[in-house]
């Protein structure tokens, strides 16, 4: 059986892409800043603020959680979602490695 293309980069590549992926979205990053602005978020609250329907939060919310990038727990009928910490400083550390590799300027035009 042949290679998939993820089988051809590193672990850190996949990462970072998969990472990058499920925020490459405006709506994505959106309800990322209003989960980051309240420190929790209930999905109903999203519909309102963002102006989206409910379901295309409830698709968003889901990819973002399929990333590691929140993560929920149920409440009743609603379920109230937050930044995964551990995720969260995971990107922060190798976004933050990732961009200070280029170590400036070359001669290329």
Partial sequence: MGLTRS?????????????????AH????????RIILSNTCICGDLVGELGLAQATISQHLKELKAAGLI?????????CYCINPKVWKLLENRLGEFLGSYKGATDCY
Avoid: W
């Fill in 71 to 79: 993560q929920g727990t149920i409440e009743g009928v609603s379920v």
């Fill in 26 to 33: 405006p709506a994505r990053i959106a309800i990322l800043q």
């Fill in 7 to 23: 089988e051809i980069f590193t672990d850190e590549q996949n990462l970072l892409a998969s990472l990058f992926k499920a925020m």
